[in-house]
Protein backbone atom coordinates (compact mmCIF):
# COMPACT_ATOMS: atom_id res chain seq x y z
CA UNK A 1 0.00 0.00 0.00
CA UNK A 2 0.80 3.82 -0.20
CA UNK A 3 1.00 3.97 3.55
CA UNK A 4 3.56 1.28 3.79
CA UNK A 5 5.64 2.44 0.57
CA UNK A 6 5.94 5.83 2.37
CA UNK A 7 7.07 4.29 6.13
CA UNK A 8 9.96 2.34 4.05
CA UNK A 9 11.14 5.82 2.15
CA UNK A 10 11.25 7.28 5.95
CA UNK A 11 12.91 5.07 7.22
CA UNK A 12 15.49 4.81 4.35
CA UNK A 13 15.70 8.76 4.47
CA UNK A 14 16.42 8.46 7.98
CA UNK A 15 18.61 6.08 7.92
CA UNK A 16 20.80 8.02 5.17
CA UNK A 17 20.77 11.00 6.71
CA UNK A 18 21.87 9.55 10.19
CA UNK A 19 24.43 7.91 8.13
CA UNK A 20 25.76 11.31 6.14
CA UNK A 21 25.96 13.12 9.62
CA UNK A 22 27.49 10.60 11.24
CA UNK A 23 30.33 10.70 9.02
CA UNK A 24 30.50 14.43 9.04
CA UNK A 25 30.48 14.73 12.69
CA UNK A 26 33.26 11.91 12.90
CA UNK A 27 37.44 12.83 12.28
CA UNK A 28 37.41 14.56 10.59
CA UNK A 29 35.02 16.56 10.99
CA UNK A 30 33.02 17.72 8.16
CA UNK A 31 34.34 14.86 5.96
CA UNK A 32 32.49 12.18 4.59
CA UNK A 33 35.96 10.04 4.91
CA UNK A 34 36.62 8.79 8.55
CA UNK A 35 40.30 8.50 9.73
CA UNK A 36 40.39 5.25 11.77
CA UNK A 37 43.28 2.72 13.09
CA UNK A 38 44.06 -0.42 11.55
CA UNK A 39 42.31 -3.90 12.89
CA UNK A 40 44.57 -6.41 12.85
CA UNK A 41 43.25 -9.35 15.29
CA UNK A 42 39.63 -9.71 16.83
CA UNK A 43 41.32 -8.73 20.12
CA UNK A 44 41.58 -5.09 19.02
CA UNK A 45 38.13 -4.70 19.37
CA UNK A 46 37.85 -5.71 23.41
CA UNK A 47 40.94 -4.01 24.55
CA UNK A 48 38.46 -3.64 27.85
CA UNK A 49 39.36 -7.49 28.68
CA UNK A 50 43.02 -6.57 28.45
CA UNK A 51 42.86 -3.76 31.23
CA UNK A 52 46.41 -4.54 33.37
CA UNK A 53 46.74 -5.83 37.00
CA UNK A 54 50.35 -5.30 38.13
CA UNK A 55 49.54 -6.65 41.52
CA UNK A 56 46.90 -9.10 40.18
CA UNK A 57 43.99 -7.38 42.58
CA UNK A 58 43.63 -4.08 41.50
CA UNK A 59 42.74 -3.41 37.63
CA UNK A 60 44.24 -0.45 35.99
CA UNK A 61 41.30 0.48 33.61
CA UNK A 62 43.54 2.54 31.14
CA UNK A 63 42.67 0.83 27.94
CA UNK A 64 41.30 2.92 24.77
CA UNK A 65 39.63 1.90 21.68
CA UNK A 66 42.07 0.28 19.51
CA UNK A 67 40.33 0.61 16.37
CA UNK A 68 38.78 4.21 16.82
CA UNK A 69 36.19 5.12 15.29
CA UNK A 70 35.29 2.08 13.70
CA UNK A 71 33.28 0.62 17.02
CA UNK A 72 32.22 3.78 19.02
CA UNK A 73 30.76 5.26 15.59
CA UNK A 74 28.21 2.57 15.46
CA UNK A 75 26.66 3.95 18.36
CA UNK A 76 26.77 7.41 17.05
CA UNK A 77 24.90 6.36 13.69
CA UNK A 78 22.19 4.54 16.17
CA UNK A 79 21.92 7.94 18.29
CA UNK A 80 21.06 9.54 15.21
CA UNK A 81 18.76 7.22 13.90
CA UNK A 82 16.69 7.34 16.64
CA UNK A 83 16.56 11.25 16.81
CA UNK A 84 15.19 11.45 13.56
CA UNK A 85 12.74 8.86 13.38
CA UNK A 86 11.28 10.92 16.31
CA UNK A 87 11.35 14.42 14.58
CA UNK A 88 10.15 12.79 11.42
CA UNK A 89 8.02 9.53 11.80
CA UNK A 90 5.50 11.48 14.17
CA UNK A 91 5.28 13.49 10.69
CA UNK A 92 4.63 10.85 8.40
CA UNK A 93 1.87 9.32 10.83
CA UNK A 94 -0.11 12.14 11.29
CA UNK A 95 0.07 12.20 7.03
CA UNK A 96 -1.23 8.93 6.76
CA UNK A 97 -3.17 8.58 9.84
CA UNK A 98 -6.81 8.43 7.57
CA UNK A 99 -5.04 5.18 5.75
CA UNK A 100 -4.22 3.48 9.20
CA UNK A 101 -5.96 2.32 11.94
CA UNK A 102 -5.55 3.14 15.61
CA UNK A 103 -3.43 0.39 16.54
CA UNK A 104 -1.36 0.61 13.37
CA UNK A 105 0.11 4.17 13.16
CA UNK A 106 2.64 4.13 15.52
CA UNK A 107 3.91 0.24 15.22
CA UNK A 108 6.76 1.24 13.14
CA UNK A 109 8.03 3.59 16.03
CA UNK A 110 7.25 0.87 18.52
CA UNK A 111 9.22 -1.39 16.53
CA UNK A 112 12.16 0.97 16.22
CA UNK A 113 12.19 1.40 19.76
CA UNK A 114 12.56 -1.95 20.89
CA UNK A 115 15.05 -2.82 17.96
CA UNK A 116 17.15 -0.35 18.77
CA UNK A 117 18.15 -1.04 22.28
CA UNK A 118 19.01 -4.64 20.95
CA UNK A 119 21.41 -3.32 18.26
CA UNK A 120 22.77 -1.79 20.30
CA UNK A 121 23.79 -4.23 22.41
CA UNK A 122 24.56 -6.42 19.86
CA UNK A 123 27.40 -3.97 18.97
CA UNK A 124 28.38 -3.78 22.33
CA UNK A 125 29.15 -7.24 22.70
CA UNK A 126 29.88 -8.48 19.18
CA UNK A 127 30.95 -5.65 17.15
CA UNK A 128 34.17 -7.27 16.52
CA UNK A 129 32.56 -10.90 15.28
CA UNK A 130 30.02 -8.51 13.14
CA UNK A 131 33.06 -6.93 11.51
CA UNK A 132 34.85 -10.01 10.68
CA UNK A 133 31.05 -11.71 9.58
CA UNK A 134 29.33 -9.50 8.24
CA UNK A 135 29.66 -10.20 4.49
CA UNK A 136 28.73 -13.66 4.97
CA UNK A 137 26.17 -12.51 7.89
CA UNK A 138 24.98 -10.74 4.75
CA UNK A 139 25.01 -13.43 1.89
CA UNK A 140 23.52 -15.77 4.14
CA UNK A 141 20.44 -14.03 5.38
CA UNK A 142 19.84 -12.52 1.65
CA UNK A 143 19.56 -15.78 0.66
CA UNK A 144 17.39 -17.06 3.41
CA UNK A 145 14.73 -14.20 3.10
CA UNK A 146 14.70 -14.36 -0.15
CA UNK A 147 13.77 -18.19 -0.37
CA UNK A 148 11.39 -17.83 2.40
CA UNK A 149 9.77 -14.86 0.80
CA UNK A 150 9.28 -16.74 -2.90
CA UNK A 151 8.01 -19.71 -1.08
CA UNK A 152 5.62 -18.15 0.94
CA UNK A 153 4.71 -15.66 -2.19
CA UNK A 154 4.24 -19.23 -4.20
CA UNK A 155 6.86 -18.23 -6.83
CA UNK A 156 7.34 -21.09 -9.25
CA UNK A 157 8.02 -19.58 -12.43
CA UNK A 158 9.76 -16.85 -14.02
CA UNK A 159 6.26 -15.51 -15.00
CA UNK A 160 4.60 -15.11 -11.17
CA UNK A 161 7.18 -12.56 -10.80
CA UNK A 162 5.88 -10.46 -13.34
CA UNK A 163 2.28 -10.52 -11.74
CA UNK A 164 3.73 -7.80 -9.22
CA UNK A 165 5.68 -4.99 -9.13
CA UNK A 166 6.46 -5.48 -5.67
CA UNK A 167 8.08 -9.12 -6.21
CA UNK A 168 10.68 -7.55 -8.25
CA UNK A 169 11.51 -5.05 -6.19
CA UNK A 170 12.04 -7.80 -3.65
CA UNK A 171 14.28 -9.72 -5.90
CA UNK A 172 16.27 -6.45 -7.29
CA UNK A 173 16.97 -5.40 -3.27
CA UNK A 174 18.18 -8.82 -2.48
CA UNK A 175 20.35 -9.02 -5.81
CA UNK A 176 22.01 -5.85 -4.53
CA UNK A 177 22.55 -7.50 -1.14
CA UNK A 178 24.23 -10.58 -3.19
CA UNK A 179 26.33 -8.28 -4.92
CA UNK A 180 27.13 -6.24 -1.75
CA UNK A 181 28.09 -9.31 -0.33
CA UNK A 182 30.37 -10.47 -2.51
CA UNK A 183 32.05 -7.78 -3.08
CA UNK A 184 32.49 -7.36 0.42
CA UNK A 185 34.06 -10.46 0.85
CA UNK A 186 36.67 -10.15 -2.72
CA UNK A 187 36.84 -6.24 -1.47
CA UNK A 188 38.15 -6.37 -5.98
CA UNK A 189 41.80 -6.32 -5.15
CA UNK A 190 42.10 -7.85 -8.31
CA UNK A 191 39.30 -6.60 -10.80
CA UNK A 192 39.66 -8.92 -13.64
CA UNK A 193 39.06 -11.98 -11.07
CA UNK A 194 36.69 -10.48 -8.99
CA UNK A 195 34.38 -9.05 -11.44
CA UNK A 196 33.42 -12.02 -13.07
CA UNK A 197 32.12 -13.50 -9.61
CA UNK A 198 29.25 -10.80 -9.68
CA UNK A 199 27.56 -12.87 -12.32
CA UNK A 200 26.60 -15.06 -9.68
CA UNK A 201 24.29 -12.39 -8.30
CA UNK A 202 20.78 -13.98 -9.93
CA UNK A 203 22.21 -17.75 -9.50
CA UNK A 204 20.06 -18.36 -6.50
CA UNK A 205 16.75 -17.16 -7.83
CA UNK A 206 17.30 -18.95 -10.79
CA UNK A 207 18.35 -22.14 -9.01
CA UNK A 208 14.65 -21.48 -6.86
CA UNK A 209 12.87 -21.08 -9.52
CA UNK A 210 14.48 -24.22 -11.66
CA UNK A 211 13.69 -26.58 -8.51
CA UNK A 212 10.81 -24.97 -7.23
CA UNK A 213 8.27 -27.68 -8.99
CA UNK A 214 10.04 -30.50 -7.59
CA UNK A 215 9.79 -29.60 -3.95
CA UNK A 216 6.19 -28.24 -4.46
CA UNK A 217 4.36 -29.95 -1.47
CA UNK A 218 1.78 -30.94 -2.94
CA UNK A 219 3.48 -32.76 -5.73
CA UNK A 220 5.40 -35.05 -2.64
CA UNK A 221 2.37 -35.97 -1.29
CA UNK A 222 0.55 -36.42 -4.52
CA UNK A 223 3.88 -38.84 -5.52
CA UNK A 224 3.96 -40.10 -2.07
CA UNK A 225 0.13 -41.79 -1.92
CA UNK A 226 0.70 -43.03 -5.24
CA UNK A 227 3.56 -45.39 -3.90
CA UNK A 228 6.47 -43.20 -6.45
Given at each position: ???????????????????????????????????????????????????????????????????????????????????????????LVKKIACGLGRSDRFKSIYAALYFFPI??????????????????????????????????????????????????????????????????????????????????????????????????????????????
Amino acid sequence: SSSALLQHLTALLECSVAAVVTLLVSDPVGSLHIRSCRVKKLSDWYTMLYNPSPDYITTVHCTHEAVYPLYTIVFIYYAFCLVLMMLLRPLLVKKIACGLGRSDRFKSIYAALYFFPILTVLQAVGGGLLYYAFPYIILVLSLVTLAVYMSASEVEFFKDLLVRKKRLVVLFSHWLLHAYGIISISKLDKLEQDLPLLALVPAPALFYLMTAKYTEPSRILSEGGNGH
